[in-house]
């Protein structure tokens, strides 16, 4: 059974950083990509940022570009999610996701994912 586990979520203040961990237990050379999605309540899950495994090539959404950065350790199956001048539109429940095969075109797609973790909530206060 694949299992991902979400770390690192909190409340901090607006322009604060946070570190987001994502632990997958699953053989690392069977993943393929590995993305973050957020969720607010109402509201679809909306990509955050994403990364292929193999390759390291990271994908970002428009509205994080700059702020944070995706990577991955493979020898720990960890993906961090480095997140740097937060603000309240950050605020959201923040979920990893892995697949096996995710093409590039898929990577911003939230069904392309078989595998999510529980999420982690980040609050951020202005």
């Known amino acids: 059974q694949v299992q991902m586990v979400e770390s690192g979520g909190g409340m901090v203040q607006a322009g604060d950083s946070l570190t987001l961990s994502c632990l997958a237990s699953?053989?690392?050379?069977?993943?393929?990509?590995v993305a973050w999605f957020r969720q607010v309540p109402g509201q679809e899950r909306s990509f955050v940022a994403g990364?292929?495994?193999?390759?390291?090539?990271?994908y970002y959404a428009d509205s994080v570009k700059g702020r944070f950065t995706i990577s991955r350790d493979n020898a720990k199956n960890t993906v961090i999610l480095q997140m740097n001048s937060l603000n309240s539109d950050d605020t959201a429940v923040y979920y990893c996701?892995?697949?096996?095969?995710?093409?590039?075109?898929?990577?911003?797609?939230?069904?392309?994912?078989?595998?999510w973790g529980q999420g982690t909530q980040v609050t951020v206060s202005s």
């Open positions: 996701a892995a697949g096996t095969s995710v093409g590039a075109t898929a990577m911003k797609v939230a069904k392309a994912y078989p595998f």
């Open positions: 699953i053989r690392s050379f069977s993943l393929n990509s």
């Open positions: 990364i292929s495994w193999r390759g390291g090539v990271t």
